[in-house]
Structures are given as C-alpha cells and as structure tokens.
C-alpha cells in the first residue's frame, strides 16, 4: 500500500493466495485500484515483466536463485532494494581476503554495485528469526561487462570449490584437465574449428597460461575481478574454456 502511494504502477509477485486476497481487499474502492498488478505464482518461476526498481523481502532460502534470475533480467532496470540476511548480504559486497569472499561475491559485483543500506535486527520481527537480516540497493552496470557470463562462472566455479588452494593446484587435477580437454573439443566442433592432431596436451597449455600471466601460485580467496577476467581471457587466448 505504501509503494502505491509513491509509484504510478506497482506489479506485485506473491505465491500466497491469502496475502493475494488480503491485499486486493486492502486496495479494492480506492483510488490506487487500478495501478495494482498482482501475479500469484512462484517469482522463481514467473516471468518477471518490465519494471524499474524492485522492493523485495525475500524468503532467505530463495535469496541465491532469486538474485541472479534478477541480475539476468533485461531490460536493465533502475535499481533494487532488497532485504537479505546478513550474512548472505554480506558476502555480496565481501572483497578479497574476507572471510565471506566467494563465487557469489565475485559474481555479484562482476555485475552490479551493491549498497549496504540499512541492519534490521531480528528483534525487529514477530516472532523472532535467528537471524538478522540486511537492506541493500543493487544497481545493474549498464553496459553490462563484456565477458561470457557462462564461461566466467565456470572458471570461478572450478576456484572458487578449494578458494585457498594455488590455482595450478586446482586446475590441474586429472578430473579438471579432462573437463577442459571435452569443452576444447566441444568449443572446435560447436565453432567448425579442425580438430588438430595429436590433440594438444591440456596440462602443458595450462600451465603456460599460468606461468606467462603469474597466477600459478595465487589463490581465488586473493584474486579480484581483474584477476579472474585476465585469467578468463589468457585461457580463451589459448584455446581452453570452461563452459
């Protein structure tokens, strides 16, 4: 009702079908009637329509899906306040060396820039949670980074599972350089690339990679964004990808 008062549209997304009945009984024969959109369903699975600022408190165990069907969403829309518990919204703006450094910090800020806005402590609710919770504001960055998300995510992935080992230590365990060595192949048929013979030896052309661009013995828990996409772009340069 409060974001009625302030917007020309609000488009709401609810999966309970008694706040969807409460809140069209709350609005029904005022003036704001029909500047309500209510879609009852699943916002995970709902297509999301146009909009320019999302105000969102989320179920916490949806934060993760939820974020990126978001950061995904075009056209790039104005910003976004959401309410996160803490810890989850802290590793969003988490930065190298911090404890709460992860795969979602980097790819959330590869993305966007997050805001702290506002501690709710759990006090503030009734009952209770165990938890307390965290306003942010998220903003697109327009234009968006130009890497391959998919292949981004898959480096920081693999890095990011054993974030204070060496980066040679992880990338070139057996399981890893066969994964490397299908997606070669995969990427030559995809792009009517001759497969070459004999095939190259994986290892060696990682480990070139690593030792020309000085990341053999750092560690994804140290590396910024910088760092990722050098590394991202080395390996492309030199035919190995990780989607």
């Known amino acids: 009702m409060k974001l009625l008062e302030r917007s020309k549209k609000?488009?709401?997304?609810?999966?309970?079908?008694?706040?969807?009945?409460e809140?069209?009984?709350?609005?029904?024969?005022t003036s704001n009637e029909n500047n309500l959109q209510i879609i009852h369903g699943d916002v995970l699975k709902v297509d999301i329509p146009y909009f320019d600022v999302c105000v969102a408190n989320l179920p916490y165990q949806i934060s993760s899906p939820f974020?990126?069907?978001?950061?995904?969403?075009?056209?790039?829309?104005?910003?976004?306040?959401?309410?996160?518990?803490?810890?989850f919204a802290q590793r969003l703006t988490a930065k190298p060396g911090d404890d709460l450094y992860c795969r979602l910090s980097v790819n959330t800020q590869l993305l966007a820039k997050v805001d702290n806005i506002l501690k709710?402590?759990?006090?503030?609710?009734?009952?209770?949670?165990?938890?307390?919770?965290?306003?942010?504001?998220?903003?697109?960055?327009?234009?968006?980074?130009?890497?391959?998300f998919i292949e981004w995510d898959g480096l920081v992935r693999l890095l990011f599972n054993r974030k204070h080992k060496t980066v040679r230590a992880i990338l070139t365990t057996k399981s890893t350089l066969e994964l490397l060595e299908e997606n070669m192949k995969t990427y030559m048929s995809l792009n009517n690339i001759p497969v070459p013979s004999p095939f190259p030896n994986v290892k060696e052309v990682v480990e070139k990679v690593l030792?020309?661009?000085?990341?053999?013995?750092?560690?994804?828990?140290?590396?910024?964004?910088d760092d990722f996409l050098c590394l991202l772009a080395a390996f492309n340069n030199h035919g190995i990808h990780f989607a």
């Open 23 to 29: 809140v069209l009984k709350r609005v029904e024969g």
């Open 211 to 225: 030792t020309e661009e000085n990341y053999a013995d750092k560690r994804a828990a140290r590396m910024d964004i």
């Open 120 to 148: 709710v402590g759990k006090a503030n609710f009734r009952p209770p949670p165990k938890v307390d919770s965290l306003v942010v504001r998220i903003e697109i960055r327009n234009p968006p980074p130009p890497v391959n």
């Open 10 to 21: 609000v488009v709401a997304i609810e999966f309970d079908r008694r706040m969807v009945r």
């Open 67 to 87: 974020l990126f069907k978001l950061l995904a969403h075009r056209p790039i829309f104005r910003c976004a306040v959401i309410m996160f518990q803490l810890e």
